[in-house]
């Protein structure tokens, strides 16, 4: 996830310190690099390098840069890693079009390649650049920027939000095709952003897009078009009371209640990505190896629990689950040349894990496979292939958007997986790989919606419990394990979350009047875990459910609020939805016993210690 911003001024020259202004309120959404293209009477003055807002800033003077112009861009490296030549904003084959992007370019290196062969100078692994080739493209065939802007979608595949100008226009154009993006009107000048927060220090009377329509930024007014039929339409600026300090958080109280509404969002992204990408090398890779262990720390681990399920069940595959600082100890001298570590980590940092790469690396003996999602981190750089998660950068120390896109990412490698290896029909692994991608969003999305109220309403039930259990069963062993933590981390109760079969083999006794146990369960599964209901409630303890309605299920619960129901999916894919009520009620647990949940005590998002 990336910021863009372009601002066009009236009469201004400090169009370099509006532009870091605006965008330093968009570090959130990345800062592995920072650039600000700034155009004065008509020449186009780009200054850009890896590091934060404030790094680049100091180092190159951005805020000083001058003219009445210009767009900036804050990265957060998907494909590419974090360089100077990749950062953004890029020029195209000449210094007369410059722009950047936010999103993914899925067609990017046949089009990166369609461009170089038809005479481009490409000079970025970046796929934002080549938006601005694709403008250049068009305009040297139309002689119309808007019109260039406008086809230039047509070469474009993915999601993704862009600007552009020309050094010679007092113009900046920008289009919305699957990423955010929103413009404003000011006095003095008008602006376009990837998010209302960078909008704000300059206006508030915002002009909302959707996808599928581009704005002209001229230094009085934005206008809004349809990009299919160039049609002008008639959407007018609205005030917003947005909070700007609120707005960093995306209007949302905690970055955490953040993070848990963009997983519709990163499921589109990741699935954007994995079906972009040449994932042939990290399937041969798993193939390859005769061992497979699946190597992680804290909500990593529970997803790539999760992962597990879907390696056994969609391919055959033992994957063999190891706790970071669990893994030289007990399986550091059985490692073969022919091993595999799948590494995972969303700040591929933590060094439990980068331990056991140097391991690898070291002894000479196995592979490694990164799942990562901070590109350009040491895991990233260290391990023989990585996978990005494409989540952008995830504010809360609880992990949710990034342990969501870890279990999207191995569902979909073992659907691949058993199709390469024969244990799942080409087009049963067509049917579930077209589910992530299609229905996934949209599912995410709806139970977010409507597990909201009920995991406000339940929380309210379980302010005063200490203690209790989060069971899961078959493939939400790691869901509930994962659940068990976010109360863990953020209400500082003891939840432990385990399997449900085993609970009867001791921890039950702790089961007294109304004690609560929470069991997340899928329809697959639900006839067993009936029986370790059952148990629970022959010793009157309190039973709580999550997962897809089911009236077998229905008579286990004494209330209401005691049921949180996810939307009925196919088998395979309510694992992944029932994390999110568990996310939810964790969320509003932890508010209602006045605890800020992105920032919980002792402990921190990235833990590079022993
Ligand atoms: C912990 C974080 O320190 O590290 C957790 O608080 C996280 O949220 C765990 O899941 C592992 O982090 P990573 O970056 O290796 O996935």
Redesign the pocket.
């Known amino acids: 996830m990336c910021g863009i911003t372009g601002i066009v001024t009236q009469n201004r020259d400090d169009i370099g310190a509006l532009l870091v202004m605006c965008s330093r309120k968009l570090t959130y959404r990345g800062y592995d690099s920072v650039g600000v293209a700034a155009v004065k009477d008509g020449v186009v003055n780009l200054r850009k390098d890896v590091g934060t807002i404030d790094d680049v800033d100091r180092a190159l003077g951005l805020s000083k840069m001058r003219g009445d112009r210009g767009i900036a861009q804050l990265r957060w490296a998907t494909y590419g890693a974090p360089t100077k030549v990749n950062a953004q904003p890029h020029f195209g084959c000449t210094e007369d079009f410059y722009g950047a992007h936010n999103g993914n370019i899925h067609n990017f290196a046949e089009y990166r390649k369609e461009l170089i062969d038809t005479g481009h100078i490409v000079r970025s692994e970046n796929d934002g650049e080549l938006c601005v080739h694709a403008v250049d493209k068009y305009y040297e065939q139309t002689d119309d920027m808007f019109e260039a802007v406008r086809l230039s979608t047509r070469d474009l595949k993915g999601a993704f939000a862009f600007a552009v100008g020309r050094a010679d226009e007092r113009k900046i154009y920008a289009v919305k095709m699957g990423s955010s993006l929103v413009a404003g009107v000011a006095p003095d000048a008008t602006i376009v952003s990837s998010d209302l927060p960078s909008i704000l220090p300059l206006t508030n009377r915002v002009v909302y897009l959707r996808d599928g329509e581009m704005v002209v930024l001229t230094p009085e007014e934005v206008k809004v078009y349809r990009i299919e039929d160039g049609r002008e339409l008639d959407r007018r600026p609205e005030v917003s009371n947005v909070d700007p300090h609120a707005a960093e958080k995306g209007g949302y109280p905690h970055f955490m209640l953040k993070e848990i509404n963009e997983q519709p969002q990163v499921a589109r992204d990741v699935m954007g990505v994995l079906e972009g990408a040449k994932s042939d090398d990290w399937l041969r890779l798993i193939e390859d190896a005769s061992q497979k262990y699946l190597v992680?720390?804290?909500?990593?681990?529970n997803a790539g629990i999760v992962g597990t399920y879907y390696f056994n069940r969609l391919a055959g595959v033992p994957l063999i689950p190891v706790i970071?600082g669990q893994f030289i100890p007990m399986y550091g001298n059985a490692l073969k040349d022919d091993s595999l570590c799948i590494l995972?980590?969303?700040?591929?940092?933590?060094k439990d894990?980068i331990n056991v790469l140097n391991l690898v690396r070291d002894t000479g003996r196995g592979k490694t496979l990164g799942v990562v999602?901070v590109i350009g981190s040491t895991l990233m750089f260290g391990a023989d292939a990585y996978i990005p998660m494409a989540c952008g950068y995830e504010v809360s120390?609880?992990?949710t958007k990034?342990?969501f896109s870890q279990t999207i990412i191995f569902a979909y490698l073992a659907a691949r997986l058993g199709e390469r290896n024969g244990t799942l029909d080409p087009s049963e692994a067509k049917r579930f790989v077209g589910l992530l991608r299609d229905d996934l969003p949209r599912l995410a999305q709806t139970t977010i919606d409507r597990t909201g109220i009920l995991t406000k309403n339940l929380a309210q039930t379980l302010m005063n419990e200490r203690d209790l259990y989060c069971l899961g069963y078959g493939f939400t062993d790691g869901v509930a394990r994962e659940g068990a933590l976010k109360i863990k981390?953020i209400c500082y109760n003891h939840c432990e979350g385990m399997y449900s079969s085993e609970f009867k083999h001791g921890p039950l006794s702790i089961v007294t009047d109304n004690y609560p146990v929470i069991f997340v369960t899928t329809r697959e599964d639900s006839w067993m875990v009936i029986n370790h209901i059952n148990e629970v409630r022959a010793r009157h303890g309190r039973t709580i459910v999550v997962g897809e309605y089911e009236e077998s299920l229905s008579h286990y619960v004494d209330r209401e609020t005691d049921y949180l129901r996810v939307p009925e999916s196919d088998v395979l894919i309510n694992p992944l939805l029932d994390v999110i009520p568990l996310q939810m009620l964790s969320y509003y647990l932890s508010v209602d016993l006045g605890i800020n949940p992105d920032l919980p005590r002792n402990?921190?998002?990235?833990?590079t210690v022993d």
Do not use: D, F, R, W
């Open positions: 992680a720390c804290g909500s990593s681990y970071g995972v980590s969303q700040s591929g940092e933590t894990i999602n120390v609880p992990a990034t342990y981390e402990l921190s998002k990235t833990l």
